[in-house]
């Protein structure tokens, strides 16, 4: 970071500034500018289109480019051959003299990019207008690609009313069973049993009037 820090200095027009950074060009595939050979991930670009971003100081250029070669260091990579961000160890440039590292703060959100999500507009009522509901909970279930079919949901009603004997049914929203309830799917969401919460969203609750 302190050589790539070191290349953003402006130096007069003709100096070399992997010279001065002191890394290393490596001849491109498809296009002339060289790549660092110490970057684990190069990309080769054609430049597109060049917007700038203003007159005033820090305005800069923002440059829009087609990927059209890429190079991926092999440790780098995870068993399928994916790019594995836990081995990239990446950095992003923040502003002034500022950086972060994502190191140890990654976390994964499934994206529903192999089928379409139902959507939360899907999710039963009750749910979606319950007190403190998270919009990750939401979102979650609604990344889920249909709703429960009718067996599963009469099995998570029973399952629920094994555990919860003493509670009152039919369950109306803002009740207490409802709360109950709730609190349950949040456990399973949380815990990862997503097929199951979502079943159990679906037991029937009925409107609080």
Request: glycine share 10%; charged share 20%; proline share 9%.
């Amino acid at each position: 970071m302190e050589q790539v820090s070191l290349a953003s200095a402006e130096y007069p027009s003709g100096v070399n500034e992997f010279t001065k950074a002191g890394l290393t060009a490596l001849p491109s595939k498809r296009v002339q500018p060289p790549r660092v050979a110490e970057s684990p991930v190069q990309f080769e670009c054609k430049v597109l289109e060049v917007k700038p971003l203003g007159q005033n100081g820090g305005a800069g250029n923002l440059v829009i480019c087609e990927v059209i070669y890429a190079h991926l260091a092999e440790d780098v990579l995870d068993a399928n051959g994916v790019p594995d961000p836990r081995a990239l160890d990446p950095v992003a440039r923040l502003g002034g003299d500022w950086y972060s590292r994502a190191a140890g703060a990654l976390f994964e959100v499934p994206k529903p990019n192999r089928h379409c999500g139902m959507g939360v507009d899907a999710l039963p009522a009750w749910l979606q207008q319950q007190p403190g509901v998270p919009g990750n909970l939401l979102g979650r279930l609604g990344n889920l690609s249909a709703p429960p079919d009718a067996s599963k949901i009469l099995e998570a009603q029973e399952r629920f009313r094994a555990l919860h004997p003493q509670g009152s049914f039919p369950l109306k929203a803002g009740d207490a069973g409802c709360t109950v309830l709730f609190q349950q799917i949040l456990h399973l969401v949380e815990k990862g049993a997503l097929d199951e919460a979502l079943a159990l969203a679906f037991v029937p609750v009925g409107d609080a009037s």
